[in-house]
């Protein structure tokens, strides 16, 4: 699975420090769903997406929506379990923990950089 951190482009601030990449159906399908609780620096972003559900999910979670350039257009907070949400004008979204403290409402037109994790071997 692929994965990398988020960081906002004007400031070079590292958003989250673990984005794992849904790239493939089945994990788009489970996404953060084996989880019990969430984590403030951990994120999944779906790309070629613009609709989340969270069936089966145990906790609420943050969506936020970005364009083509990874520029944040929306921000939705707090998705109950059992909800469908669907972005207009998104290509992409990331999920993370309900109430993430980061302010993302404000970033809402700033762009993001995702950064490949380097794969280490011992």
């Not at 993302?104 to 993001?112: K, N, V």
Request: glycine share 6%; proline share 5%.
């Amino acid at each position: 699975m692929k994965q990398g951190r988020f960081i906002l482009r004007k400031s070079g601030r590292c958003i989250w420090r673990e984005v794992k990449v849904m790239e493939y159906f089945p994990q788009r399908l489970v996404g953060m769903l084996y989880l019990r609780v969430a984590s403030p620096q951990r994120a999944f972003w779906f790309p070629r997406c613009n609709a989340i559900h969270t069936w089966g999910m145990r906790f609420a979670i943050d969506v936020i929506g970005l364009d083509k350039q990874l520029r944040i257009a929306t921000v939705v907070r707090n998705v109950q379990p059992a909800q469908v949400v669907r972005l207009a004008g998104v290509d992409s979204i990331i999920e993370c923990e309900a109430g993430c403290p980061l302010p993302l409402e404000t970033w809402i037109g700033d762009y993001l950089e995702f950064a490949n994790k380097e794969l280490c071997y011992e």
